[in-house]
């Protein structure tokens, strides 16, 4: 029972677009909604959150938008760069309690 | 500041074998996680501590086992390896989650240890 899914594995856009990475959960209890970047033998590095009481978090290139209602989440690269192909996994929690992560979705960034 | 260190970063194990997973960090985090992902899927809860002495089960702890005896280390043991444990391991520590919207916000992950058992 996946309450968190990413379902799409890859997404290839031209450098300077804008990429847009989607993520649907299940649990209403969720409160507090996160993104990391993974890139090939590293660990997920931290990216980007955002509490369920608001819905729209930005850190320059980066905006996390949330839909409540649709239970559904999506993350905005804006402009798209080389640098930015990796894998990108939307994680949630609730009331303080540990991570539950996507499947991830791999985006390739064209030159 | 090394962050969170895992080691060894590649071990091949055969059936029966037993291991143990390395994890430390620098950073004073009081919580600690060890994570599994298989290939398409998410990552996965193990075990996760609070603290020293403190553990508990994650989603998937069935053939592991994890002692807490200091702040920085968590190491994770496998006693009877099993071809289903061949994944990508990788720990992770944080700040009490209560510090989020803080600027203490997420997990701190080590760069993992891909396992395989033959």
């Known amino acids: 029972d996946q309450q968190v899914k990413q379902n799409s594995p890859s997404l290839s856009v031209q450098e300077g677009r804008i990429s847009i990475l989607n993520c649907d959960y299940t649990?209403?209890?969720?409160?507090?909604f996160l993104w990391y970047k993974k890139y090939p033998a590293e660990g997920p590095t931290f990216l980007i959150s955002?509490?369920?009481?608001?819905d729209k978090n930005e850190d320059g290139r980066f905006t996390v938008f949330l839909n409540k209602s649709a239970k559904h989440l999506s993350l905005h690269i804006v402009p798209s760069q080389p640098g930015d192909s990796a894998v990108y996994f939307c994680?949630?929690?609730?009331?303080?309690?540990?991570?539950?992560f996507g499947s991830g979705t791999q985006l390739t960034v064209l030159p | 500041n090394a962050g969170v260190t895992q080691t060894p970063k590649f071990r091949i194990l055969k059936i029966g074998q037993s291991m143990t997973l390395q994890c430390t960090q620098d950073?004073?985090?009081?919580?600690m996680y060890w994570y599994r992902q298989d290939p398409g899927m998410g990552l996965k809860l193990i075990y996760y501590?609070?603290?020293?002495?403190?553990?508990d089960k994650g989603e998937v702890p069935n053939g592991y086992n994890v002692s807490r005896s200091t702040t920085e280390d968590f190491p994770l043991r496998l006693e009877l390896a099993a071809p289903s444990q061949t994944s990508v391991y990788f720990c992770?520590?944080?700040?009490?989650?209560?510090?989020?919207?803080?600027?203490?916000?997420?997990?701190?992950f080590g760069s993992g240890t891909r396992l395989t058992v033959v």
């Open positions: 992770a520590s944080s700040y009490p989650p209560v510090a989020r919207g803080r600027g203490q916000d997420g997990y701190t």
């Open positions: 649990n209403s209890m969720f409160d507090y």
């Open positions: 955002i509490s369920s009481i608001k």
């Open positions: 994680a949630a929690s609730k009331e303080f309690k540990q991570l539950t």
């Open positions: 950073m004073n985090h009081n919580y």
């Open positions: 501590s609070v603290g020293a002495g403190i553990t």
